[in-house]
């Protein structure tokens, strides 16, 4: 087996690609050691100490380390890590299931939306899906919807996306600009 490596826009996280399925739907990220208990490779990534962020996507694994980190010598140790769970075919969350979060439960949202705005929503829904979200896993990361209200599109930037110093620029140019070209109601996005 040959893992696949990628720098990303941030310089704190690097894409690695296995060359196989990591989620069978949806994303997952994992920001400290206690929310990595969900998932054995997960919590060997942060086992290595320079750990800082783990984030799993449908075809690869960003991981971030901590400030003073040396990707020169964790990246062989990151690799062995990926490498050992993947070849033992260990399952990717304690229990053995594959818990994906494409979606913020409710609770998690930001702002609730008006019902009246649904037609909006479903399009924000449908543009992060087929044009947003696509570009953004290619760098490493995810953008997950956590609501609409008055003109204001709150996301959030997760994975190596949450970090990167040009993660503003992405979102108020980049994913503003073209939200607002095809839904004339949005003023504004918001990182969440």
């Not at 964790?74 to 050992?84: A, F, G, T």
């Not at 609770?107 to 899906?129: C, G, W």
Request: glycine residues 10%.
């Amino acid at each position: 087996m040959f893992i696949e490596t990628e720098t990303t826009p941030n310089p704190a996280s690097m894409k690695f690609l296995p060359g196989r399925q990591v989620m069978p739907a949806g994303t997952r990220e994992f920001a400290d050691p206690e929310a990595a208990e969900a998932s054995p490779l997960a919590q060997a990534l942060f086992d290595t100490g320079e750990v800082t962020g783990v984030f799993f996507g449908g075809d690869f694994i960003s991981v971030t380390a901590g400030p003073g980190a040396d990707w020169t010598m964790l990246k062989p140790q990151v690799v062995s890590v990926l490498l050992d769970h993947f070849i033992s075919g260990a399952p990717l969350f304690a229990g053995g299931g594959a818990s994906g979060i494409a979606v913020p439960p409710e609770s998690e949202l930001v702002v609730e939306s008006d019902p009246e705005d649904a037609d909006i929503v479903d399009q924000i829904n449908e543009l992060l899906e087929t044009r947003i979200r696509p570009a953004v896993a290619n760098d490493g990361g995810d953008i997950v919807y956590r609501g609409y209200r008055d003109g204001i599109v709150h996301l959030q930037m997760q994975g190596a996306c949450a970090g990167c110093p040009s993660s503003t620029a992405t979102l108020k140019h980049g994913i503003e600009g073209l939200l607002k070209h095809y839904i004339p109601e949005i003023t504004e996005v918001r990182a969440a």
